[in-house]
């Protein structure tokens, strides 16, 4: 027998953003954001739960609290509209479009019903029965108290810093011609607005709306209830045998479910002096019939406990009930389904009960306003402390608002996130500068991930400065067609420090870093210098470029001042009769001969090529030839740091990069020290940022320039898969000043990786505040592009001889690949 609706719905009608139902139940609603999963510690969860059970016991007598948890299974949906996106943005939207993953939304009900409603059951239900006008209704008292009481507790929930609710409105709750609203939405099991879709509700042989077959499982027997129950519970996939990780007690009926479903979370407020007394009553009733039975005799004890507990450390006593209601489109899946909610309850320690002859009233009681009509033959008496243990407390990954970032993925389904780990963390106060750390031993992605992030920040209009050792970056270099710096016996690496870009000026900072490189190249690390020969280098240096204004013809570079120092300086020095005691000019040439055209070095500074750095964007200095040789290498990282900080100071407003892999350690034996320290303690006031990546652990702790300067001025420190270091990981959690929760989260990386798909996690945290694991997940076209494999970086090179460039051969590898598969 069909019946309309319209004719049963139990609301009356919505007013002043207030839910009035037929039987004089009001009701006020939220939309809830919760912390996002994975990312609180054992005292996060405590602190939570404490601010629910304040929050609580603010409320009236009379009240229901309704949490209703909708998860929807969603796929994400690629942009393609972007005209200008790069190569590799795009490949990255082909990859991930309709990603599936479990989308979150979590709203709160509070409804506060008349004095003299009577209690719902199973028989009695306004889905059941006409509706009954309470006989006395007085919202002009009743409502400014319940809206008093209700923003009492929504202050006490976002003091606890870990949510916060926003009040829906009328316009959010009703429909309208355009847009479906949440009355309606909860009626077809859908949060998509479209209104253009009606859906048959139907009970018999079992809940289906539309072509949604529901099924119901609750938990309402005390039976069916856990041993134990806390804010948290040991999450074991992600757990080891050093480390403990903690999620929701709850989480596996929410977020850890993949499956479409809604988790209901009723309390009922009710009188609790009655409550009391109707226990007591109870209680005495079984005492007189606890010698006939021993179920009678537990049962007494049992009550007796309940109530010392109650009286004796004031707890208060209410009704709960927590259900799920799931749903597939394809009836063949329920079995599955049902496997997983069988699971998911297991890992309580509860069972679930299958709602079949009850499901109608249980699906009807969770329309938004009508919780009080919840049958209450199918709640259980507890404490609102154990209670609120059931009440899921996390949410999904969210992705960023800001518009600067890079695309990391979602821990548990990948989907697509924009992770800002700069600008945002700045503007919130929970960074001061933009630095990185990175820390990942062989194998674990270090330099993939480095390729990512570099990448991303890349084309997002960043100037970037590599220093690099093993050729990681060369694949993205050509691809973006950088300069790459590389040392080989047939193109040897090559500058020209003296050359100064049409429109420039040789300021004061130009001339310290070339009488820094004239110095490097005359003394030894142990030899230091004089002041009289600082002033010759200066009055050298000025002299110059004074005569490079006049000589339009002379080519800026070391031959041409060489000749400069042995001409017309050196007359210069005898006409002052500078004595060989202050600067000794023939054993300055001397020395610095071999970099003299003709001599050993005569092509590390006198390049005619790639002069103009400043305006280049992507740089890579790859020093793997060279990071042992005595001569070149000093003189090569003096010139790089030059180069950035030149780009440091002159380009405004304007983003710029240095990642310094694992050449850091060579730059900080050679006297470089005092570089990296000035680079770290300075790049943030231009708008700029420095990363360092090490791999070992002993190299953090061996080398006081990382301990004391790069980890001190690196608020965001980045982790890779540290599985190896396990039994030594106390060390650098305290060189890094890491927390238990952040050591939980660092050992769990790569713990639990989804074997269906190509990814490996990373660990980020920003300041100490907020700390999550990600995945890298990429396209195929992106993961050629970054690949450290020999074998795949030489076939990559290969296709891009054959057809032209990088990305032409990155293309045909692909197209190849996806032939062969």
């Given at each position: 027998m069909e019946r309309l609706l319209e004719q049963h719905f139990p609301i009356l009608s919505i007013e002043q953003d207030v839910i009035l139902s037929k039987m004089g139940d009001i009701t006020l609603a939220y939309e809830v954001r919760l912390p996002e999963i994975f990312t609180l510690s054992n005292r996060d969860y405590d602190t939570l739960h404490q601010h629910?059970?304040?929050?609580?016991?603010?409320?009236?007598?009379?009240?229901?609290?309704?949490?209703?948890?909708?998860?929807?299974?969603?796929?994400?949906?690629?942009?393609?509209?972007?005209?200008?996106?790069?190569?590799l943005s795009q490949s990255s939207e082909r990859f991930f479009h309709e990603r599936p993953f479990l989308d979150h939304t979590c709203f709160l009900y509070l409804t506060l019903k008349p004095k003299n409603r009577k209690p719902a059951s199973s028989m009695f239900s306004t889905l059941l029965r006409s509706h009954i006008i309470p006989e006395e209704l007085q919202l002009n008292q009743s409502l400014p108290n319940f809206q008093d009481a209700c923003g009492q507790l929504e202050r006490i929930l976002i003091d606890s810093g870990f949510m916060s609710l926003k009040r829906l409105t009328e316009k959010e709750l009703l429909s309208s011609s355009s847009r479906a609203g949440l009355l309606e939405n909860y009626c077809r099991l859908s949060l998509d607005s479209d209104p253009r879709f009606i859906h048959d509700i139907q009970f018999k042989p079992s809940l289906q709306i539309g072509n949604k077959h529901a099924r119901i499982f609750s938990l309402s027997d005390p039976e069916d209830l856990p041993q134990l129950c806390g804010s948290r519970i040991n999450y074991d996939k992600y757990s080891t045998d050093h480390s403990k990780f903690s999620v929701g007690f709850a989480a596996a009926l929410g977020q850890l479910l993949p499956c479409n479903h809604l988790y209901n979370q009723y309390l009922f407020l009710g009188d609790s002096q009655q409550t009391l007394k109707t226990l007591e009553a109870k209680r005495l009733r079984l005492q007189s019939l606890a010698n006939y039975s021993r179920e009678n005799a537990i049962s007494r004890d049992s009550t007796n406990a309940f109530l010392n507990e109650a009286i004796s450390q004031q707890r208060l006593p209410v009704k709960a009930h927590f259900n799920l209601l799931v749903w597939t489109e394809a009836p063949t899946q329920l079995p599955e389904i049902k496997k997983l909610v069988g699971s998911a309850f297991t890992q309580l320690d509860a069972t679930a009960k299958e709602e079949s002859v009850g499901a109608p009233?249980?699906?009807?009681?969770?329309?938004?306003?009508?919780?009080?009509?919840?049958?209450?033959?199918?709640?259980?008496?507890?404490?609102?402390?154990?209670?609120?243990?059931?009440f899921h407390q996390e949410t999904g990954y969210q992705s960023s608002i800001s518009p600067f970032g890079i695309r990391l993925g979602d821990r548990l389904t990948g989907k697509p996130l924009q992770v800002d780990l700069s600008d945002e963390p700045v503007k919130r106060g929970i960074i001061t500068n933009r630095n990185k750390f990175i820390l990942g031993p062989s194998g674990s992605g270090k330099s993939f991930f480095t390729n990512h992030l570099v990448r991303s920040y890349y084309e997002q209009g960043t100037h970037v400065v590599l220093v690099d050792v093993g050729h990681s970056y060369k694949g993205l270099c050509e691809l973006v067609q950088g300069y790459y710096f590389t040392y080989d016996e047939q193109h040897p690496i090559c500058f020209n420090p003296f050359y100064i870009p049409t429109g420039e000026q040789l300021d004061t900072e130009k001339k310290e870093s070339i009488k820094t490189l004239l110095l490097a190249l005359w003394k030894k690390d142990h030899e230091s210098f004089k002041r009289s020969e600082y002033v010759a280098l200066s009055n050298a240096l000025k002299g110059y470029y004074e005569k490079l204004k006049t000589s339009p013809s002379l080519f800026p570079g070391f031959n041409s001042f060489y000749e400069y120092l042995q001409e017309d300086f050196y007359q210069d020095l005898e006409t002052d009769q500078v004595k060989e005691k202050d600067f000794d000019i023939s054993n300055f040439l001397y020395v610095l001969r071999p970099y003299y055209q003709g001599g050993e070095f005569d092509y590390l500074l006198n390049a005619k090529e790639n002069l103009d750095l400043l305006q280049e964007r992507f740089i890579v200095f790859e020093l793997d030839n060279i990071k042992d040789h005595p001569i070149l290498f000093p003189v090569v990282t003096i010139i790089i740091m030059e180069v950035f900080i030149h780009k440091m100071r002159k380009l405004k407003g304007i983003r710029k990069l240095i990642l310094i892999e694992e050449a850091w350690k060579a730059i900080a034996k050679e006297g470089m020290a005092e570089y990296i320290k000035y680079l770290f303690k300075t790049v943030r006031k231009f708008y700029g940022e420095a990363i360092v990546v090490t791999q070992e652990v002993d190299d953090i702790i061996s080398s006081p320039i990382v301990k004391q300067t790069i980890i001190n001025?690196?608020?965001?420190?980045?982790?890779?898969?540290?599985?190896?270091?396990?039994?030594?990981?106390?060390?650098?959690?305290?060189?890094?000043?890491?927390?238990?929760?952040?050591?939980?989260?660092?050992?769990?990386?790569?713990?639990?990786?989804?074997?269906?798909?190509?990814?490996?996690?990373?660990?980020?945290s920003l300041g100490g505040m907020q700390s999550k694991v990600y995945r890298t997940e990429v396209s195929k076209e992106e993961y050629l592009a970054y690949t450290t494999e020999e074998r795949e970086k030489i076939k990559v090179m290969e296709y891009a001889a054959r057809f032209g460039s990088v990305q032409k051969g990155i293309q045909a590898l692909c197209s190849e690949t996806e032939e062969q598969n």
């Open positions: 629910w059970i304040k929050a609580i016991k603010v409320l009236p007598k009379n009240t229901v609290l309704h949490k209703q948890d909708w998860f929807v299974e969603k796929t994400y949906q690629a942009e393609f509209s972007h005209v200008q996106q790069s190569f009233q249980i699906f009807w009681a969770g329309i938004p306003g009508n919780s009080a009509d919840f049958p209450m033959n199918e709640t259980f008496d507890t404490f609102v402390e154990q209670a609120t243990c059931f001025n690196s608020d965001c420190k980045i982790l890779l898969d540290q599985s190896k270091y396990q039994n030594k990981f106390h060390q650098i959690q305290e060189l890094l000043g890491l927390t238990a929760k952040e050591k939980a989260l660092v050992l769990s990386v790569n713990q639990a990786n989804d074997p269906k798909r190509r990814y490996k996690e990373v660990f980020i």
